[in-house]
């Protein structure tokens, strides 16, 4: 009786798996929220970028760098050439290598991304009240690299040198602000060629700017810090980064160069926020104890990672 009942409720099992659509189980409410979220970023940083091209790079004949910079200069030598679609053209290429390099889920963010990016420079013009050149490009870099930071916080990107830049950072984890500012400069060299040198320099105070912003986006906010504390109360003093800011410690042996010493060199990785908890511990614990304080670029770990999801 019991086999016949376990091959019935197999059967039914089986059946259930049948009637059922496999692909159903892939979407959680949890996994919505997430595209949704995604979209929203993706949506709100390319509406940042347009406000900066239409609204100061174009006014200005600023150029740009990467694929828009390109579309911007065939744009100002052929006006009649539209700059979203100049720009949605350049793209087509290199979704091969977000696709062969980065993975399908960035690969089709970046897709939508692409589409959107390329709706917003065509649909979207406000202008920008600022006349004075270098106030233009530190605004414009401002908000654009607020922009691409925004969109590259979700799980795409807008397109050119954005993929290639993810696809550096994944197999060299350079930075991906440096990594702009090097195809950007390139690009600005050629553009220079064909338009005045001034305004090749207002560009490159555009191009830095926004750089560094997107560095800033994308790890300042997250940035995690690495510290070396050495001390004769680091038995007490591990204790209380671990009960009361809840990061672990490793003790890494050390000697003194000077006294011959044993040390015993506490070593923790923490967010920029508990750094000043951390430090107030030290001083109650012994005001006179030698810590240094790292920036890391990027780190991994399950509970103190920061490593971007690409």
């Known amino acids: 009786m019991e086999n ?3 091959s019935k409720t197999q059967e039914v099992s089986a059946k259930k798996r049948v009637i059922v659509p496999r692909w159903c189980g892939r979407f959680t409410l949890g996994s919505l929220k997430q595209v949704l979220w995604n979209l929203c970023l993706i949506c709100l940083g390319s509406v940042l970028v347009a406000v900066a091209i239409n609204g100061i790079l174009v006014p200005h004949q600023f150029v740009s760098g990467g694929f828009i910079g390109i579309a911007l200069v065939i744009h100002y030598l052929f006006p009649s050439l539209p700059l ?5 053209v350049l793209n087509v290429p290199v979704f091969v290598l977000g696709w062969t390099f980065v993975g399908r889920r960035f690969f089709l963010y970046s897709i939508l991304g692409m589409v959107i990016f390329s709706a917003a420079i065509a649909y979207i013009h406000v202008p920008l009240p600022v006349h004075d050149k270098i106030l233009s490009a530190l605004l414009a870099g401002i908000i654009t690299g607020i922009g691409v930071g925004i969109i590259l916080r979700s799980s795409g990107s807008s397109g050119g040198t954005d993929i290639l830049s993810v696809i550096l950072v994944n197999r060299f984890s350079i930075r991906i602000g440096t990594i702009i ?3 950007n400069v390139i690009v600005l060299t050629a553009a220079s060629l064909f338009f005045s040198l001034d305004a090749a320099l207002y560009t490159l105070i555009y191009i830095y700017v926004y750089s560094q912003i997107i560095n800033i986006v994308l790890t300042g906010l997250s940035q995690r810090k690495a510290l070396f504390i050495i001390s004769p109360k680091w038995q007490e ?4 980064v671990i009960d009361k800011v809840g990061r672990g410690v490793t003790f890494i042996r050390g000697q003194g160069g000077y006294s011959g010493q044993d040390e015993q060199i506490l070593y923790t990785v923490i ?3 508990e750094l000043h908890r951390i430090k107030a511990i030290i001083r ?4 006179n104890a030698f810590v240094v304080v790292l920036n890391t670029l990027e780190v991994m770990g399950h509970r103190i990672g920061n490593q971007l999801h690409w």
């Open 4 to 6: 016949r009942s376990s």
């Open 84 to 88: 979203a679609l100049l720009y949605f």
């Open 181 to 183: 500012l090097a195809f």
């Open 237 to 240: 003093i591990s204790q209380e």
């Open 271 to 273: 967010t920029l926020r």
């Open 284 to 287: 109650q614990m012994d005001p």
